[in-house]
């Protein structure tokens, strides 16, 4: 376990102003730490705990610990945190299958959970929770964006995905929108490292482009033997696939890639330039999607607890719903079902100097609400 008690290291802080609070706040961080999906994780857990930090706050203690990417963990750990550690609130998965195992349990014991990635379906729709805010996106959404954006270029896609909640979400997502053919639907393995037989599928397939969704070390280990086959049919996918936590790894091949996204290191608006130097001084690294959707929860939260004392349950979820902060994404509103309405963009990897990034290179939806809300009952 990892405590860390927020200090007030900066002078100005880029959600609110120093605050003071009746009492101590405790936010239990569920994320992955080790293992092939550690860097998103990481990501997570920098950009949270440094929202906290520089919000100048003295009394908000963060309680870290590591899932693994196991969810009989996950839920250990959970249960450990609402009984033992007594916290407030709770965060951090970054995976859907830990989501849907930890989530449902904890706001049933009426402790609100915000979700910094995951966004399973099955939370979205009818079985939507007061106490359940999604601050990332709902699943399908980047795929969604993907799935519009492809209808440009091509008519035949190969599609595939890990066989898990997100993944299955994923290539539902991208084919409500896409209009073509597919020349195979495959679902792989959560934590495949060797893509061989796939391959050799997608170059038998006749397609005349490839959608996949293959988050952390399981998109490195895609890309690396995907260029070293020789294939040569496009690639595209989500932001995950193509994000700073994977991009170094995979070098080159990944340049000109087309990925969707809320967000991109680019983006032309002040709070999001702001939170990119101070992340890069922090850490000395570019932040991810994971990192930016973690930032604006740590600042969501921050701004409910200016208005409201975490106790008083329907205050502070009022003030949650609200979202009166500033979001890197710009403009940031809740749905009915407490997922964001938000722009999804398309991006390009590109190098700047030695790094590769990403650019926004056109825009797939604006305000973009999610297929499940109207099921939702809230």
């Not at 997570?44 to 100048?56: E, N, P, V």
């Not at 690639?235 to 996204?261: E, I, R, T, W, Y």
Request: with cysteine; net charge negative; proline share 4%.
């Amino acid at each position: 376990m990892n405590r860390i008690l927020a200090a007030s290291l900066f002078g100005l802080s880029l959600a609110t102003s120093s605050l003071a609070y009746a009492e101590p706040v405790k936010i239990g961080v569920i994320t992955t730490l080790s293992g092939g999906g550690a860097g998103l994780g990481i990501d997570m857990r920098d950009a949270f705990t440094l929202a906290i930090k520089q919000s100048g706050n003295k009394d908000v203690e963060l309680v870290i610990e590591d899932d693994a990417q196991k969810p009989e963990l996950a839920v250990q750990i959970a249960e450990k945190m609402i009984q033992g550690d007594k916290v407030d609130l709770m965060t951090g998965i970054i995976w859907s299958n830990l989501a849907m195992a930890v989530v449902p349990n904890t706001v049933a014991q009426d402790v609100i959970y915000l979700s910094p990635n995951a966004g399973p379906s099955a939370l979205a729709g009818a079985n939507c929770n007061a106490n359940y805010f999604n601050v990332a996106y709902q699943n399908d959404n980047f795929h969604e964006g993907m799935g519009e954006y492809a209808n440009k270029d091509y008519k035949n896609s190969f599609i595939l995905a890990p066989n898990y909640p997100a993944g299955k979400d994923a290539l539902t997502g991208f084919k409500r929108f896409y209009k073509g053919s597919l020349a195979g639907e495959v679902y792989t393995q959560v934590g495949q490292t060797d893509y061989a037989a796939e391959i050799a599928q997608i170059r038998a397939s006749g397609a005349d482009s490839v959608y996949f969704f293959l988050p952390g070390g399981m998109g490195i280990a895609f890309m690396k033997q995907y260029a070293q086959s020789g294939v040569g049919i496009p690639g595209m996918g989500p932001g995950f696939s193509f994000d700073q936590d994977v991009l170094p790894a995979v070098g080159d091949a990944a340049l000109g890639v087309k990925n969707s996204a809320s967000w991109s290191p680019d983006l032309d608006n002040e709070t999001s330039k702001a939170f990119v130097e101070s992340f890069k001084a922090e850490y000395n690294r570019l932040p991810s999607v994971y990192a930016a959707q973690s930032w604006d929860t740590a600042n969501l939260i921050l701004s409910a607890l200016s208005k409201a004392s975490v106790k008083d349950k329907d205050a502070f979820r009022a003030a949650l719903k609200a979202a009166d902060f500033k979001s890197v994404r710009g403009t940031f509103t809740f749905n009915k079902n407490q997922h964001p309405i938000q722009n999804i963009y398309v991006r390009e990897v590109v190098k700047d100097g030695d790094v590769l990034t990403n650019k926004i290179v056109a825009t797939a939806f604006e305000n973009h609400k999610d297929a499940y809300a109207d099921q939702c009952g809230l």
